[in-house]
């Protein structure tokens, strides 16, 4: 006796996937809201970092800018730095 299992295309995978009005999946709306805690406590840390060494707040600032424009770049779908970052890294 031989039983058959069912097969599932990926395409009816694709299809079940949960996708809100936006068009986001699941594993996008996870990466906005890290991104979201990640900007909050980056914030506060430079807010904590003026309170404690008042002369050095514009510093703070720029290298929080920095890292910022950094973290979206590697989080984003265009990836510029990141595509520069690894054709180098390949010579």
Do not use: N
Not at 42 to 67: E, K, T
């Amino acid at each position: 006796m031989s039983t058959h299992a069912p097969v599932v295309d990926d395409q009816q995978v694709i299809a079940s996937t949960p996708v809100d009005s936006a068009g986001r999946g699941p594993l996008s709306l996870r990466r906005e809201t890290i991104l979201l805690i990640a900007l909050v406590g980056l914030v506060a840390a430079v807010a904590l970092f003026g309170l404690v060494f008042p002369q050095l707040l514009a510093a703070a600032i720029a290298v929080a800018v920095l890292a910022v424009i950094v973290a979206l770049d590697w989080l984003l779908p265009s990836g510029e730095l990141r595509s520069k970052w690894a054709r180098r890294a390949t010579r």
